[in-house]
């Protein structure tokens, strides 16, 4: 063992020191920085004061790059592979309260996992703090492995095969924006995912929930609205919830196939907060990877 890897929980979150992500990471030490990612879900490390040019290098020993299309605002990000989470503008000022780019990142303080609304959703985020607001802005994990467990057997056997539209104009909905520049109606028209899957590497099953999730294909769209939003409410009690607080230069990664998060709200009308964000693109789309997978019953029968 090269680097330490201490756990915030028994299996959910750990902290990981002995690396550099400002320098190349060995294969040998990415193996064991991945192994830790498939059972913890979320890591912690701390002090690693990265650029975007190193980020983004850590970012593709998970996978693909994924891009981040423009949603709002004149210019949203300054690069299509960094996403910059800030309430600061480009001439160092902060945002004004409309900003449209502010109001769409209000979103992100719903439960969610990134990209669920694109047919190929992410597989991990990474997200390293450069300035961090001195009150609020914490983020929440919530570990949907362990809500999975815990549903009773005739729920698990309710949602086997379960198929969910999701949208990022029915997350935004909720927090009132409509704001997207018009190519987004164009690029992101409504997708399905599934509402279990199975985690690649460890096999586990998870929800796969988020706020961008909108109801169930098949089901009267009222029925599946209210199961999706019971279900969310289920698995973020506090038993399956983390609370990271940040502090300058920690980077975080988390799986974005069996874990929800949200930002907690903070005052950024005064205080400054710059987050760069990445991320590596899953393999597939959650409904495709089920019908190809091993996974017999992912799309056929119940399982007990
Ligand atoms: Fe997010």
Request: glycine fraction near 4%; proline fraction near 6%; hydrophobic fraction near 40%.
């Amino acid at each position: 063992m090269v680097i330490s890897v201490t756990p915030l929980s028994a299996d959910f979150g750990a902290e990981i020191v002995g690396v550099d992500l400002a320098q190349p990471v060995p294969r040998e030490i990415f193996l064991e920085i991945d192994a830790a990612f498939v059972r913890f879900a979320f890591l912690v490390f701390p002090d690693q004061p990265v650029n975007d040019d190193q980020q983004l290098a850590f970012t593709r020993l998970f996978g693909e790059l994924e891009i981040n299309p423009q949603y709002a605002g004149g210019r949203m990000f300054r690069r299509d592979d960094v996403a910059d989470f800030t309430n600061v503008d480009a001439d160092d000022s902060l945002m004004r309260a409309h900003d449209a780019r502010r109001m769409f990142n209000i979103g992100n303080q719903l439960w969610h996992t990134d990209s669920s609304f694109k047919h190929v959703p992410a597989k991990c985020s990474i997200l390293s703090a450069r300035e961090i607001s001195p009150v609020g802005g914490q983020t929440e994990f919530a570990d949907l492995r362990a809500a999975y467990d815990s549903l009773p057997p005739e729920m698990k056997m309710q949602l086997e095969g379960l198929v969910a539209e999701h949208s990022v104009f029915r997350s935004r909905s909720q927090i009132g924006f409509s704001e997207f520049n018009q190519e987004i109606h164009d690029r992101f028209p409504p997708v399905q995912q599934m509402i279990v899957r199975r985690h690649f590497e460890s096999s586990r099953r998870s929800l796969y929930l988020a706020a961008h999730a909108s109801h169930v294909i098949g089901w009267p769209v009222e029925k599946g609205r209210k199961l999706i939003e019971d279900l969310i409410a289920f698995a973020t009690e506090p038993q399956f919830v983390y609370r990271h607080r940040w502090r300058m230069a920690d980077v975080l990664v988390w799986d974005n196939r069996c874990t929800m998060h949200r930002g907690k709200p903070y005052d950024d009308t005064r205080y400054r907060r710059i987050m760069h964000n990445t991320k590596a693109a899953d393999k597939g789309n959650t409904v495709d990877l089920a019908r190809t997978s091993n996974d017999p019953v992912a799309l056929l029968a119940p399982i007990i």
